[in-house]
């Protein structure tokens, strides 16, 4: 069992849970994952791993309320204890030897970008982040990454909070302005991701994206995780999550991960009736 020692409500859907996780956190690194179960019958979830701190043994989570397992989490606080906590799965993201990145993420995503700016950043490479939101109610770790690069852009859909726009106009001023980037590192919707990927290529900067599909084991056995990539079949969570963002098929990768959304939403909706107060 798996201790919850904190937990934060980042915004009405988003979470941030810490926890007590000594021997995860002992390996853990910028771009992994976990995967959790929040009781004995419950199913297993990939979380990104979102911070780590090896002296005290913990591991930072963000996570969005899709489903039933999430709406299921969301209900326990600080105290509460988690089943299973497995990890740190998957691939680290490649930091070493990069001097100038961008780093661009969205929604959620950025509980994943942040992370990576962060160790970017203490490896002493310069980082211009652009996090991009639909409102300013859905804002997350606005300070965080201002804290680790040189240069941090907020953008929002609506225009209710930082520059009104999308990720890729940030991106492109700056590239036309003439920075030069080792490497764009992209990590949010897979739409995103792909319309980043586009623009990049024009330019012919490397770009990485970091893929979170139907995930079921981990482990690479059950093959739910699979994506095509440079026209190969790859496995998300022993060969990534993260891959060149310019050989990846991200339609095929929308279409999948959009598989089971009906499925998905029932199963939210009757988590929501069971952990409503009329069932308490």
Not at 17 to 37: C, D, Y
Not at 142 to 155: P, R
Not at 169 to 183: R, V
């Amino acid at each position: 069992m798996y201790e919850i020692l904190e937990k934060k409500i980042l915004n009405p859907t988003v979470h941030k849970m810490v926890v007590s996780a000594p021997l995860v956190a002992k390996k853990a690194q910028p771009g992994q994952f976990i995967i959790l179960r929040v009781d004995s019958e419950g199913e297993r979830i990939p979380l990104t791993i979102a911070d780590y701190d090896r002296e005290k043994g913990t591991i930072t989570i963000i996570y969005q309320i899709v489903g039933a397992t999430t709406e299921k989490l969301s209900h326990l606080n600080a105290g509460d204890f988690i089943c299973d906590f497995a990890g740190p799965l998957g691939k680290p993201t490649e930091t070493e030897g990069l001097k100038k990145v961008a780093v661009v993420g969205g929604g959620v995503g950025c509980a994943i970008a942040y992370p990576v700016a962060k160790k970017l950043h203490e490896n002493g490479a310069v980082v211009h982040s652009v996090i991009g939101f639909r409102n300013k109610d859905l804002v997350i770790l606005e300070k965080e990454f201002s804290d680790v690069s040189e240069k941090s852009i907020l953008i929002s859909d609506d225009g209710s909070t930082g520059r009104k726009g999308v990720v890729t106009d940030a991106l492109k001023e700056l590239i036309e302005s003439g920075e030069k980037y080792d490497e764009v590192i992209t990590i949010g919707p897979l739409i995103m991701m792909k319309f980043v990927c586009k623009l990049t290529k024009e330019y012919g900067i490397k770009t990485v994206v970091s893929m979170n599909p139907i995930m079921i084991d981990g482990t690479g056995m059950c093959g739910g995780c699979r994506l095509t990539v440079g026209g190969e079949t790859k496995f998300a969570c022993v060969d990534g999550p993260d891959f060149d963002g310019h050989l990846v098929d991200f339609d095929e990768a929308m279409a999948r991960g959009s598989m089971y959304k009906s499925q998905e939403r029932a199963a939210h909706e009757h988590a929501c009736r069971l952990f409503s107060k009329e069932a308490e």
